[in-house]
Structure formats: structure tokens, C-alpha cells
């Protein structure tokens, strides 16, 4: 099953190869973490911190993956509207980009946590990222 909006092709520099997303939650974050060569992502398990100590964990996935760019989820309504989860993913997206100076990019997340629970994932947050990453690879021109 992929509910999954289809993104619209993304220009991204061939530069930029390796990648890691993020599913912003308020109380969970997923990550995975994938490269446009292979065009697939790895789940990684989620961080499971607010605030600073959310950006801690972040910093040290940063150091051991080592990406050229962040990619994030952000949630709409089904029909496309914004909502105040929206905001907080672009908020988050903003701090990211402010406090590591990596490019981020952003992938409509409409139903990636249903696909994540359908399928199975033991860790749904980073089932989710996952399927954010793969999406965005897939959108890469």
C-alpha cells in the first residue's frame, strides 16, 4: 500500500548524495537515513527527547551519518490544508537548518505513520521516516 501523496520532482545538486530525515512528533522523532545513489533509506531508531536534548541526540546522529542535507516530514490535513502539527514540523525544519547550516527539505507526510503501522514497523516513527526519505529519493531529478 502506498497512501502517500506523490512528491513533485525535487531539483536537488548531484552534490548532495546522502541524506537523513526526520518525522518530527512531539514526543518522538523518527530517523532514517538513506543516499540518491542506491535510491533507498535505512530506519535508524528514534529519538525519544524534547526540546535542546532533541536537538542533542540529532547532533550526534549528524556526526556519525554525516549527510550532505536533512530532509523532514511535514503533515497536512487529506485535502492539503495546514494544521498546527504543519507549523511545528516547518518550525523544526527552520531550527535544523539554523543550528546544523545543512540544506533541509521538506516532503508532505500525509499518511506515512498509517503506511508505517500497516506495515508492521516495530518502531513507526522510523518506519515513517524511512518512507518520508524513499519518497523524497524517488522525487530527486
Not at 47 to 67: M, S, T, Y
Not at 86 to 105: D, E, I, S, Y
Request: aromatic share 8%; proline share 5%.
Amino acid at each position: 500500500m502506498n497512501a502517500a501523496p506523490m512528491a513533485s520532482a525535487v531539483a536537488v545538486p548531484a552534490s548532495l548524495s546522502t541524506f537523513i530525515a526526520f518525522d518530527f512528533g512531539m514526543k518522538r522523532t523518527g530517523v532514517a537515513v538513506g543516499n540518491r545513489i542506491l535510491g533507498t533509506a535505512q530506519p535508524q531508531a528514534s529519538i525519544v527527547a524534547q526540546g535542546d536534548a532533541r536537538f542533542d541526540h540529532i547532533a550526534l546522529r549528524l556526526k556519525e551519518w554525516q549527510p550532505d542535507a536533512i530532509v523532514i516530514g511535514v503533515p497536512y490535513h487529506p485535502d492539503g490544508a495546514a494544521h498546527e502539527n504543519t507549523a511545528r514540523a516547518k518550525k523544526f525544519g527552520r531550527q535544523l537548518h539554523g543550528r546544523f547550516h545543512l540544506p533541509v527539505f521538506e516532503v508532505d507526510e500525509r499518511y506515512s505513520t498509517t503506511e508505517a503501522i500497516a506495515s508492521g514497523a516495530k518502531d513507526a516513527d522510523a518506519a515513517s521516516a524511512c518512507i518520508i526519505l524513499e519518497q523524497f529519493l524517488r522525487s530527486l531529478t
